[in-house]
């Protein structure tokens, strides 16, 4: 099965809908009635988890070790410096997409640093930690 991902972004406050739109295909009214249905401000990465399988679709039982070489749109989860917070960039065939547009492929050095076996977004100061990956 081939996957594609087109990332859209519906604003700052919908940042979550805008995420299970862009690994799904959902519509915004779909993807808004299953972040309500979480009911949190904060969301963990069992949070998507148990979303993502709610709404029918297979992911890992919970985030694993970042493998560029994955068939599947993922949820790439990085950290900076910010202890206790991480962040989100979509991932899918060696493209990294950020919520607002950007985009670059995993193999750019201007953008990214591959050292001691884990990845570096350079312009974002994060690094790359972990995947959810998201399919049918």
Not at 103 to 120: A, E, K, M, T
């Amino acid at each position: 099965m081939i996957y594609e991902l087109e990332v859209v972004y519906y604003g700052p406050d919908l940042y979550n809908q805008s995420v299970i739109s862009s690994l799904t295909g959902l519509n915004f009214d779909e993807a808004d009635q299953a972040v309500k249905s979480v009911r949190r401000k904060s969301w963990s990465g069992q949070a998507y988890v148990k979303l993502f399988q709610n709404l029918g679709f297979n992911t890992n039982p919970r985030f694993v070790k970042f493998e560029p070489n994955t068939p599947y749109p993922c949820i790439m989860r990085c950290r900076n410096d910010k202890k206790g917070y991480w962040y989100l960039f979509l991932y899918h065939d060696g493209v990294i997409y950020d919520m607002h547009g950007n985009s670059f492929r995993l193999d750019d050095p201007f953008n990214i640093v591959f050292c001691n076996g884990s990845y570096f977004l350079k312009l974002y100061g994060m690094k790359v930690t972990s995947m959810l990956q998201v399919w049918i």
